[in-house]
């Protein structure tokens, strides 16, 4: 498609059940991102992707979340046991190429907020 | 670690004002820097970016250049508008990037 999408826009999850976000990044590319943004903060950095390969995750705060981008393309992050700390914008970002130099396309997040 | 410290906000201005926005970082070499902007309701958007020391990055009016002497990348714009009203986070990129908590503009008209 034309840029990231991501869904469900909105999420309001009861404390303690599963949820799972969505993330379909723009066609070819082979970055793919996680990030965590909580409210009036700046995105904190939870997991890359290099086509199917997951090759950083050590941003993933417990180990309650879980990435995975199985075919290269769409990844899916899920959240078990959900907790009001995991209240917050998810962001996907995704790249045609890999390095520092890239800036990366954002998609609109997904807010989460459990209640 | 690496690091990014942006200016507080809320800044706000009137239209055609000059707007800075500073950004320092701490980073063991010297990584790619970046300027991203949110619009409200909206993902980040890529503003510009600088490479390497004394690059100046520019776009839509924005400038902001890459000081290795002093580990800056402050964002300028000569007369903003009411359009630029948004979040602006500065970045620094070893491949995943390290984002600072963000600077909200208000322009009034």
């Known amino acids: 498609g034309a840029g990231v999408s991501q869904s469900p826009r909105y999420k309001v999850a009861k404390r303690g059940q599963d949820v799972a976000l969505r993330c379909d990044p723009i066609s070819g590319h082979v970055s793919l991102f996680w990030y965590q943004q909580a409210l009036g903060q700046g995105p904190e950095f939870l997991t890359y992707f290099q086509n199917e390969a997951q090759l950083d995750k050590s941003g993933l705060p417990s180990d309650r979340f879980f990435a995975e981008r199985p075919e290269g393309s769409v990844s899916t992050l899920k959240i078990q046991r959900t907790q009001q700390e995991d209240s917050a914008v998810y962001l996907c970002?995704?790249?045609?190429?890999?390095?520092?130099?890239?800036?990366?396309?954002f998609g609109s997040g997904t807010r989460l907020t459990v209640v | 670690g690496n690091s990014v410290t942006q200016m507080e906000g809320p800044v706000t201005l009137s239209e055609e004002a000059f707007l800075t926005i500073n950004c320092t970082y701490t980073?063991?070499?010297?990584?790619?820097l970046f300027w991203y902007v949110q619009y409200p309701g909206e993902g980040l958007q890529l503003l510009l970016k600088a490479t390497k020391a004394d690059d100046k990055g520019s776009n839509k009016g924005f400038e902001a250049t890459y000081r290795k002497e002093t580990t800056s990348f402050h964002l300028e714009k000569g007369s903003v508008q009411v359009s630029d009203s948004a979040v602006y986070f500065c970045a620094l990129s070893w491949g995943k990037f390290q984002f600072g908590a963000g600077t909200q503009v208000v322009v009034t008209p």
């Open positions: 970002a995704s790249s045609l190429r890999v390095g520092e130099n890239y800036g990366y396309t």
């Open positions: 980073a063991t070499g010297y990584p790619s």
